[in-house]
């Protein structure tokens, strides 16, 4: 069986700014924040990235979900390069942080329909996921309460539904 997500010897380093190179005490124009990076999962597994404040984790995380390319190595998701073909990954993988912002004056239930829309996800499809999701997280009670007036935990769990949308 075909790995889930196949990382090969991937590396990242970032340009300093004279400022950034201040604050870090270096002379150092580039950072490396990922170096040598090797790793399978597969379908299935729960895979956790540990690491220290700064040991390239979310890096990581932005080149597997294509938001950002690296410099070298490869990443497979669902046997696609995420180099190769953004666009496609893109739409095959979820992706969530705890910078995602939804809109306040918006509703769980409107917020979906719109990120449905935006992966072409057929009204069919969607309507069945919002049911499964937000049965299974709870939001169905909120689906017409505006983001603003939802619990952080709730904001927490439209933000995961939206991430799954597709």
């Known amino acids: 069986?075909?790995?889930?997500?196949?990382?090969?010897?991937?590396?990242?380093?970032?340009?300093?700014?004279?400022?950034?190179?201040?604050?870090?005490?270096?002379?150092?124009?580039?950072?490396?924040?990922?170096?040598?990076?090797?790793?399978?999962?597969?379908?299935?597994?729960?895979?956790?990235l540990l690491g220290p404040n700064g040991a390239g984790k979310t890096t990581t995380l932005r080149m597997l979900a294509a938001l950002v390319k690296p410099d070298e190595g490869s990443v497979f998701v669902e046997g696609v390069s995420v180099v190769d073909d953004p666009m496609r990954v893109r739409g095959i993988i979820g992706f969530l942080t705890s910078e995602l912002k939804l809109e306040e004056t918006f509703s769980p239930d409107y917020l979906?329909?719109?990120?449905?829309?935006?992966?072409?996800?057929?009204?069919?499809?969607?309507?069945?996921?919002?049911?499964?999701?937000f049965g299974r997280f709870g939001i169905d009670r909120f689906a017409q309460t505006k983001v603003a007036d939802l619990s952080t935990g709730m904001k927490q769990k439209t933000s995961l539904a939206v991430s799954l949308v597709h």
Do not use: C, W
């Open 112 to 133: 979906f329909d719109f990120f449905s829309e935006l992966h072409h996800v057929e009204p069919a499809v969607r309507d069945a996921r919002k049911r499964a999701l």
């Open 1 to 48: 069986m075909e790995p889930a997500i196949t990382v090969t010897n991937l590396r990242k380093t970032f340009r300093l700014s004279a400022k950034q190179r201040k604050l870090e005490r270096t002379d150092a124009r580039t950072k490396t924040a990922v170096d040598g990076l090797t790793f399978e999962v597969r379908r299935g597994e729960i895979y956790g």
